[in-house]
C-alpha cells in the first residue's frame, strides 16, 4: 500500500470513534427519551440513517484504499478517488444530522444536499476506481 492509501486509511480509522461517539448519543437519546428524537420521526430516521451510512461508507473506503494502488490511474486521479471516498462518509453523515440540528425541526433544512454531494462524490469515485481496475 502507498505512503498515501496508509495515511488516507489512518483519517478513516480516525473517524471511527466519531461514529462511535454518534452511536453512543443516539443510544442517550432512546435511553433518556430526550425530546426532539423518539417524539421527531423525521429527525429519528434521518439521525439514523447518518450513523449508518459513517459506519458503512467508512468501512467501504478503507477496503476500496487496498485497490486504488493496483490501479493503472495517473497519481492524480488516485489522489482524487482517495479524497472522494474520504469525502462521502463525512458529508452524507453531516447532512443527515445538520438538515434537522434543532430537536423541533420535523423537515430537513437545505444542508440535506450535503447527502447528495457526498453521494456524488462517493459515485465518481467508485466508477473512477471501477474504470481504473479494468
Avoid: C, E
Amino acid at each position: 500500500m502507498s505512503p498515501s492509501s496508509l495515511s488516507t486509511a489512518g483519517v478513516l480509522l480516525i473517524l471511527v470513534p466519531t461514529i462511535a461517539f454518534g452511536g453512543a448519543s443516539l443510544l442517550a437519546h432512546i435511553m433518556r427519551n430526550i425530546p426532539g428524537y423518539m417524539d421527531n420521526p423525521t429527525r429519528r430516521g434521518l439521525w439514523r440513517a447518518g450513523h449508518a451510512h459513517a459506519s458503512v461508507l467508512v468501512l467501504f473506503a478503507l477496503v476500496a484504499m487496498l485497490y486504488i494502488d493496483q490501479t493503472d490511474l495517473s497519481d492524480g486521479l488516485k489522489t482524487m478517488v482517495r479524497v472522494l471516498l474520504v469525502a462521502a462518509p463525512i458529508l452524507m453523515p453531516l447532512g443527515f444530522f445538520l438538515s434537522v440540528v434543532r430537536p423541533r425541526d420535523t423537515r430537513p433544512n437545505p444542508l440535506i444536499w450535503l447527502t447528495a454531494l457526498g453521494g456524488a462524490g462517493l459515485a465518481v469515485g467508485t466508477f473512477t476506481l471501477g474504470i481504473g481496475l479494468l
